[in-house]
């Protein structure tokens, strides 16, 4: 192999690889809230090591996980970190290097307007856990539940999964969500039995399109 | 900045420094320490009723609300706390978290105007809820730090928040929940003509103390 030649095949060695990091592991070409809702169940208590970890502040990571699963796809990936709401992707400098990502695929606040700009989902409701026993009728699995705590702005989110009785608290029935930070399963959507502020807590829900 | 207070550390360790700040004081001639130590008490006090507000003031407070001595681990708050059903009961619970609100936060602050408009909005939510409440408030306060330089300050604090109650299920039967969190707050303060007002909050969850 002459030197020009191995240099057009280390270049094209190296387009492969980094195609090979900014493409999405499971693109598709409709959204499948089903898909997201069993990978939310498959790793809603441990993570997924295709997918760079964040111990402690992981919700947003998780779900974006989930809506990956799903087959929403990479929006703007870069090999580099990003804040703009345009953007959504987790990257991974090939083969070993450093993660990459956008703000909205790991936090809550990001994600939210990530959606307003895309079109990817759109607000069906906000809910107050005081006013709604039950909760989001009109959620289905794979959509995104936003949580506001006491007025701070959207500090937390989880993925609808089921509509049912919560297997953890019995007395509770409604949509239910997986989550990280902390881990959960099939938890009512009011994050009620967990959640001291629920008086002042609203939950935004998108519905993905 | 003066650094007032660093917990955790022993009462008696506490009572001795501030009886010997108090004795330099006033052998020469000197009220600052002791305005600093009223200070602090000020300002351990408006964070704890801070920090207590989005629990207590969207229900209709029937009992103690804040304890005198916001120091002491465990005795911060312990109020009973209902839910206001009648047009009388949500009229006055409104107007009790707006005048608590004012007597916590800086006037005219962003911050007042946005807790006013999240409690008024939970007010309206929990009438008609069918929610029985027992009890809400925070407990097992630590403060870690009292830092004043005069016109602003910040309190870095812990402690537990908790609310008790009953819901009624749509099916009729009922369904207790007593949640509790382990929080982490970092409250800022601005010195105004009317003494110390609360200017922000920043209040999380511990590290696995999350819903």
Redesign the interface.
């Known amino acids: 192999m002459t030197s020009l030649s191995k240099t057009l095949a280390g270049a094209i060695g190296g387009f492969v690889l980094v195609s090979a990091a900014l493409c999405p592991a499971h693109a598709a070409l409709a959204y499948n809230g089903s898909a997201a809702a069993a990978y939310a169940d498959q790793w809603w208590n441990s993570y997924n090591p295709s997918y760079a970890q964040m111990p ?1 502040d992981d ?1 947003t990571n998780f779900v974006s996980q989930a809506l990956n699963a799903g087959g929403d796809v990479w929006a703007g990936a870069q090999l580099a970190n990003s804040a703009n709401d345009s953007y959504w992707y987790m990257t991974k400098q090939p083969p070993l290097g450093p993660w990459y990502w956008s703000n909205s695929f790991t936090t809550a606040g990001d994600l939210y307007t990530f959606f307003g700009n895309s079109g990817r989902a759109g607000l069906v409701g906000i809910y ?1 856990p ?2 709604n ?2 909760g989001s009728d009109n959620a289905s699995p794979g959509d995104v539940l936003f ?1 506001e705590w ?3 702005g959207i500090e ?1 989110s989880a993925i609808q999964v089921a509509y049912g009785q919560d297997p953890t608290n019995s ?3 409604g949509s239910l969500v997986d989550q990280h ?2 881990p959960r399963y099939h938890e009512i959507w009011s ?10 807590t ?1 939950i935004l829900v998108e519905h993905h399109n | 900045m003066s650094r007032l207070r660093r917990l955790p550390r022993k009462r008696a360790i506490v009572l001795a420094a501030v009886a010997g700040i108090a004795t330099v004081g006033m052998l020469i001639g000197h009220r600052g320490s002791v305005t600093a130590q009223s200070d602090q008490q000020v300002l351990e006090q408006l964070a704890i009723q801070a920090e207590v507000a989005p629990l207590t003031l969207p229900f209709e407070v029937l009992g103690n609300t804040f304890a005198t001595d916001g120091t002491v681990a465990g005795t911060a708050s312990s109020p009973n706390v209902a839910v206001a059903t009648s047009d009388a009961g949500v009229q006055a619970t409104q107007a009790q978290a707006s005048s608590a609100l004012q007597s916590i936060y800086a006037p005219g602050s962003p911050e007042l105007a946005a807790r006013q408009d999240t409690i008024s909005r939970a007010i309206n939510a929990l009438r008609g809820s069918g929610t029985h409440m027992i009890a809400a408030g925070i407990r097992n306060v630590a403060f870690q730090s009292v830092i004043s330089n005069g016109s602003s300050a910040t309190v870095t604090m812990t402690f537990t928040s908790y609310s008790i109650g009953v819901d009624t299920a749509p099916d009729g039967h009922a369904e207790p929940f007593s949640p509790q969190n382990n929080m982490i707050a970092v409250v800022t303060f601005v010195n105004t003509n009317s003494g110390w007002r609360v200017s922000s909050t920043q209040t999380n969850f511990a590290p696995g103390s999350e819903p």
């Open positions: 402690g919700c107050y005081p006013a026993y039950q949580y006491t007025g701070d937390h007395g509770w029935y930070s902390s994050l009620k039995p967990t959640n001291s502020y629920w008086a002042t609203y």
